[in-house]
Protein backbone atom coordinates (compact mmCIF):
# COMPACT_ATOMS: atom_id res chain seq x y z
CA UNK A 1 0.00 0.00 0.00
CA UNK A 2 2.77 2.40 0.64
CA UNK A 3 4.45 1.65 -2.21
CA UNK A 4 1.57 2.38 -4.21
CA UNK A 5 1.31 5.76 -2.35
CA UNK A 6 4.71 6.47 -3.29
CA UNK A 7 4.19 5.88 -7.08
CA UNK A 8 1.22 7.71 -7.38
CA UNK A 9 2.58 10.32 -5.75
CA UNK A 10 5.39 10.52 -8.27
CA UNK A 11 3.19 9.85 -11.06
CA UNK A 12 0.93 12.99 -9.51
CA UNK A 13 4.23 15.00 -9.00
CA UNK A 14 5.41 14.72 -12.21
CA UNK A 15 2.55 15.44 -14.23
CA UNK A 16 2.33 18.75 -12.30
CA UNK A 17 -0.70 18.64 -9.98
CA UNK A 18 1.11 18.74 -6.69
CA UNK A 19 2.89 22.19 -7.01
CA UNK A 20 6.63 21.34 -6.16
CA UNK A 21 7.28 22.97 -3.17
CA UNK A 22 4.09 22.10 -1.38
CA UNK A 23 5.97 18.15 -2.17
CA UNK A 24 8.17 18.99 0.09
CA UNK A 25 6.44 20.80 3.09
CA UNK A 26 3.58 19.26 5.46
CA UNK A 27 0.62 20.43 3.97
CA UNK A 28 -2.55 20.83 6.23
CA UNK A 29 -5.42 18.00 6.11
CA UNK A 30 -7.97 20.52 6.06
CA UNK A 31 -8.15 24.30 4.92
CA UNK A 32 -7.70 26.46 6.72
CA UNK A 33 -6.55 30.28 7.19
CA UNK A 34 -4.77 32.71 9.32
CA UNK A 35 -5.77 36.43 9.22
CA UNK A 36 -2.92 38.81 9.79
CA UNK A 37 -2.84 42.64 11.32
CA UNK A 38 -0.61 44.42 9.55
CA UNK A 39 -1.45 48.00 10.77
CA UNK A 40 -4.16 50.57 10.19
CA UNK A 41 -4.62 53.79 8.51
CA UNK A 42 -6.35 56.49 10.18
CA UNK A 43 -8.41 58.65 7.52
CA UNK A 44 -9.18 62.42 8.55
CA UNK A 45 -12.41 62.73 6.04
CA UNK A 46 -14.24 59.87 5.64
CA UNK A 47 -16.56 61.14 2.76
CA UNK A 48 -13.38 60.65 0.18
CA UNK A 49 -14.63 56.68 0.35
CA UNK A 50 -18.12 57.68 0.70
CA UNK A 51 -18.77 61.26 -1.33
CA UNK A 52 -21.36 63.79 0.00
CA UNK A 53 -21.67 61.19 3.33
CA UNK A 54 -19.88 61.84 7.24
CA UNK A 55 -18.08 64.86 5.57
CA UNK A 56 -15.03 66.25 7.95
CA UNK A 57 -15.47 62.73 9.96
CA UNK A 58 -12.52 60.70 10.56
CA UNK A 59 -12.00 56.81 11.00
CA UNK A 60 -9.74 54.26 11.37
CA UNK A 61 -9.26 51.28 8.46
CA UNK A 62 -7.72 47.93 8.92
CA UNK A 63 -5.03 47.01 6.94
CA UNK A 64 -5.30 42.89 7.31
CA UNK A 65 -3.35 39.95 5.07
CA UNK A 66 -4.51 36.25 4.79
CA UNK A 67 -2.71 33.13 4.90
CA UNK A 68 -4.39 30.24 3.19
CA UNK A 69 -3.31 26.62 3.75
CA UNK A 70 -4.74 24.48 1.30
CA UNK A 71 -3.89 20.54 1.13
CA UNK A 72 -2.51 21.46 -2.10
CA UNK A 73 -0.74 24.21 -1.40
CA UNK A 74 -0.44 28.32 0.38
CA UNK A 75 -2.15 31.00 -0.99
CA UNK A 76 -1.32 34.81 0.47
CA UNK A 77 -3.69 37.65 -0.12
CA UNK A 78 -2.47 40.77 0.22
CA UNK A 79 0.21 41.87 2.35
CA UNK A 80 -0.83 44.82 4.55
CA UNK A 81 1.68 48.10 4.93
CA UNK A 82 5.52 47.61 4.63
CA UNK A 83 7.44 45.99 7.11
CA UNK A 84 9.19 49.52 7.11
CA UNK A 85 6.86 50.98 8.29
CA UNK A 86 7.54 49.69 11.51
CA UNK A 87 10.42 51.58 12.01
CA UNK A 88 8.66 54.69 12.41
CA UNK A 89 6.49 54.76 15.64
CA UNK A 90 4.66 57.75 15.13
CA UNK A 91 4.04 56.48 11.16
CA UNK A 92 3.34 58.39 8.07
CA UNK A 93 1.14 61.08 7.24
CA UNK A 94 -0.35 62.44 3.99
CA UNK A 95 -3.26 64.64 3.24
CA UNK A 96 -5.28 62.37 3.43
CA UNK A 97 -4.34 59.83 6.26
CA UNK A 98 -1.81 58.84 8.75
CA UNK A 99 -0.52 54.83 8.81
CA UNK A 100 0.90 53.13 11.49
CA UNK A 101 2.51 49.50 11.85
CA UNK A 102 2.82 48.22 15.56
CA UNK A 103 4.37 44.71 14.15
CA UNK A 104 6.23 43.43 11.21
CA UNK A 105 4.01 40.98 8.56
CA UNK A 106 7.55 39.31 8.74
CA UNK A 107 7.31 38.42 12.53
CA UNK A 108 4.14 37.21 12.50
CA UNK A 109 4.64 34.81 10.07
CA UNK A 110 8.06 33.57 11.70
CA UNK A 111 5.56 33.64 14.47
CA UNK A 112 3.54 30.74 13.28
CA UNK A 113 6.44 28.99 11.53
CA UNK A 114 6.14 30.01 8.27
CA UNK A 115 8.61 31.13 5.36
CA UNK A 116 7.49 33.64 2.61
CA UNK A 117 9.69 31.95 0.55
CA UNK A 118 7.81 28.69 0.89
CA UNK A 119 4.68 30.54 -0.12
CA UNK A 120 3.59 28.96 -3.26
CA UNK A 121 1.22 31.65 -4.25
CA UNK A 122 0.40 35.55 -3.59
CA UNK A 123 -2.68 37.40 -4.44
CA UNK A 124 -2.82 40.81 -4.63
CA UNK A 125 -6.59 42.23 -4.44
CA UNK A 126 -4.95 45.28 -6.11
CA UNK A 127 -1.61 47.21 -6.15
CA UNK A 128 -2.35 50.10 -4.02
CA UNK A 129 0.68 49.96 -1.16
CA UNK A 130 -1.62 49.27 1.80
CA UNK A 131 -2.39 45.62 -0.19
CA UNK A 132 1.29 45.28 -1.77
CA UNK A 133 3.12 46.16 1.44
CA UNK A 134 5.02 43.31 1.87
CA UNK A 135 4.85 41.56 -1.70
CA UNK A 136 8.54 40.92 -1.76
CA UNK A 137 8.66 38.57 0.82
CA UNK A 138 7.07 36.19 -0.93
CA UNK A 139 9.92 35.32 -3.55
CA UNK A 140 9.18 31.99 -4.61
CA UNK A 141 5.61 32.44 -5.10
CA UNK A 142 3.55 31.94 -8.43
CA UNK A 143 1.50 35.59 -9.08
CA UNK A 144 -1.97 35.36 -9.53
CA UNK A 145 -3.66 38.61 -10.38
CA UNK A 146 -5.00 40.33 -13.20
CA UNK A 147 -3.93 41.42 -16.16
CA UNK A 148 -4.84 44.48 -16.04
CA UNK A 149 -3.05 44.79 -12.42
CA UNK A 150 0.20 42.68 -13.70
CA UNK A 151 0.27 45.71 -16.39
CA UNK A 152 0.95 48.69 -14.00
CA UNK A 153 2.73 46.71 -11.60
CA UNK A 154 5.48 45.65 -13.79
CA UNK A 155 4.87 46.40 -17.65
CA UNK A 156 5.74 50.00 -16.77
CA UNK A 157 8.79 52.19 -17.28
CA UNK A 158 9.36 51.87 -13.64
CA UNK A 159 8.32 48.58 -11.68
CA UNK A 160 6.86 49.71 -7.82
CA UNK A 161 10.13 49.28 -5.43
CA UNK A 162 7.49 47.26 -3.15
CA UNK A 163 7.33 44.42 -5.97
CA UNK A 164 10.53 44.43 -7.90
CA UNK A 165 11.80 41.39 -6.64
CA UNK A 166 9.03 39.75 -8.08
CA UNK A 167 9.61 40.57 -11.44
CA UNK A 168 10.56 37.22 -13.05
CA UNK A 169 8.36 35.18 -10.91
CA UNK A 170 5.74 32.71 -12.67
CA UNK A 171 2.60 34.55 -13.09
CA UNK A 172 -0.79 33.75 -13.84
CA UNK A 173 -2.59 36.89 -15.52
CA UNK A 174 -6.55 36.62 -15.23
CA UNK A 175 -9.02 38.27 -17.12
CA UNK A 176 -11.51 36.66 -15.22
CA UNK A 177 -12.44 34.04 -11.88
CA UNK A 178 -9.83 31.31 -11.09
CA UNK A 179 -10.71 28.16 -8.89
CA UNK A 180 -7.34 28.02 -7.44
CA UNK A 181 -6.87 24.40 -6.27
CA UNK A 182 -9.33 23.17 -8.76
CA UNK A 183 -11.97 21.92 -5.80
CA UNK A 184 -13.92 25.04 -5.80
CA UNK A 185 -12.95 25.87 -2.05
CA UNK A 186 -10.82 28.74 -2.99
CA UNK A 187 -12.02 31.18 -6.17
CA UNK A 188 -10.71 34.86 -7.46
CA UNK A 189 -13.23 36.50 -8.46
CA UNK A 190 -13.17 39.43 -10.43
CA UNK A 191 -14.35 42.70 -9.52
CA UNK A 192 -12.69 45.12 -11.56
CA UNK A 193 -13.93 49.42 -10.45
CA UNK A 194 -11.42 50.29 -7.66
CA UNK A 195 -8.70 49.68 -9.70
CA UNK A 196 -8.95 48.16 -13.87
CA UNK A 197 -7.87 44.81 -12.48
CA UNK A 198 -9.26 44.36 -8.99
CA UNK A 199 -10.49 41.13 -7.68
CA UNK A 200 -11.82 39.12 -4.36
CA UNK A 201 -11.25 35.77 -2.28
CA UNK A 202 -14.01 33.25 -1.76
CA UNK A 203 -12.65 30.65 0.34
CA UNK A 204 -14.95 27.96 1.67
CA UNK A 205 -14.06 26.87 5.31
CA UNK A 206 -14.48 23.77 6.70
CA UNK A 207 -15.88 25.48 9.91
CA UNK A 208 -16.62 28.75 9.61
CA UNK A 209 -18.31 28.46 6.70
CA UNK A 210 -17.74 30.39 3.37
CA UNK A 211 -16.22 33.73 3.45
CA UNK A 212 -15.45 36.31 0.76
CA UNK A 213 -12.46 38.59 1.56
CA UNK A 214 -13.75 42.19 -0.42
CA UNK A 215 -10.33 43.66 -1.33
CA UNK A 216 -11.43 47.27 -1.67
CA UNK A 217 -14.57 46.25 -3.48
CA UNK A 218 -16.37 48.08 -0.26
CA UNK A 219 -14.37 50.04 2.42
CA UNK A 220 -16.20 49.50 5.67
CA UNK A 221 -20.19 48.72 6.50
CA UNK A 222 -21.67 51.93 5.71
CA UNK A 223 -20.51 52.04 2.28
CA UNK A 224 -21.64 48.69 1.28
CA UNK A 225 -24.94 49.54 2.46
CA UNK A 226 -25.86 52.64 0.79
CA UNK A 227 -23.04 51.41 -2.13
CA UNK A 228 -20.82 54.70 -1.35
CA UNK A 229 -17.83 54.37 -4.22
CA UNK A 230 -14.87 56.16 -3.46
CA UNK A 231 -14.19 59.51 -5.52
CA UNK A 232 -10.83 58.50 -6.89
CA UNK A 233 -11.96 54.50 -7.95
CA UNK A 234 -10.67 53.86 -11.46
CA UNK A 235 -14.21 53.73 -12.86
CA UNK A 236 -17.76 54.59 -10.65
CA UNK A 237 -19.98 52.33 -13.12
CA UNK A 238 -17.77 49.40 -13.22
CA UNK A 239 -17.51 49.16 -9.20
CA UNK A 240 -21.35 49.38 -8.96
CA UNK A 241 -22.04 46.53 -11.43
CA UNK A 242 -19.01 44.28 -9.14
CA UNK A 243 -20.70 45.26 -6.11
CA UNK A 244 -24.00 43.61 -7.88
CA UNK A 245 -22.38 40.63 -8.77
CA UNK A 246 -20.49 40.26 -5.89
CA UNK A 247 -23.79 40.65 -3.98
CA UNK A 248 -25.56 38.00 -6.39
CA UNK A 249 -22.57 35.92 -5.57
CA UNK A 250 -22.49 36.21 -1.89
CA UNK A 251 -26.27 35.13 -2.05
CA UNK A 252 -25.72 31.92 -3.73
CA UNK A 253 -23.52 30.85 -2.07
CA UNK A 254 -24.80 31.93 1.34
CA UNK A 255 -21.41 33.57 2.16
CA UNK A 256 -20.42 36.26 4.70
CA UNK A 257 -18.16 39.16 2.67
CA UNK A 258 -15.43 40.24 5.18
CA UNK A 259 -14.92 43.57 4.50
CA UNK A 260 -11.01 43.57 5.05
CA UNK A 261 -10.73 47.50 5.94
CA UNK A 262 -13.43 47.47 8.24
CA UNK A 263 -12.61 47.88 12.19
CA UNK A 264 -15.44 46.54 13.76
CA UNK A 265 -15.59 43.44 11.66
CA UNK A 266 -12.02 43.18 12.27
CA UNK A 267 -12.96 42.44 15.91
CA UNK A 268 -14.47 40.00 15.32
CA UNK A 269 -12.12 37.78 13.80
CA UNK A 270 -9.55 35.62 15.08
CA UNK A 271 -6.14 37.06 14.59
CA UNK A 272 -3.23 35.18 14.32
CA UNK A 273 -1.43 33.01 15.59
CA UNK A 274 -5.18 32.14 15.99
CA UNK A 275 -6.40 29.20 13.60
CA UNK A 276 -9.60 30.53 11.20
CA UNK A 277 -11.11 26.98 10.18
ZN1 LIG B 1 -6.97 49.51 0.65
Redesign the pocket.
Known amino acids: MKNLFIVLHLVLSSTGLIPARAQSRNQPSKLHMYVFDVGDIKVFDISNWSPGVDVGKSSK?A?PAYLIRHPKGDLMWDTGLSDDLANSPEGTTNSLFTAKLPRKLSEQLQEIGVDPRGVDYLAV??R?S??IGNANLFLNATLIVQQEEYTALFEGDKVLSLVDSLKSNKAIKLTGDLDVFGDGTVIIKRAPGHTAGHQTLFVDLPETGPVVLS??LY?FAKNRRIGGVPSFNYNKEMTLRSMELMEEFIKNKGAILWI??DPDQKKTIPLSPNIVR
Open positions: FCSHHDHGDHQH
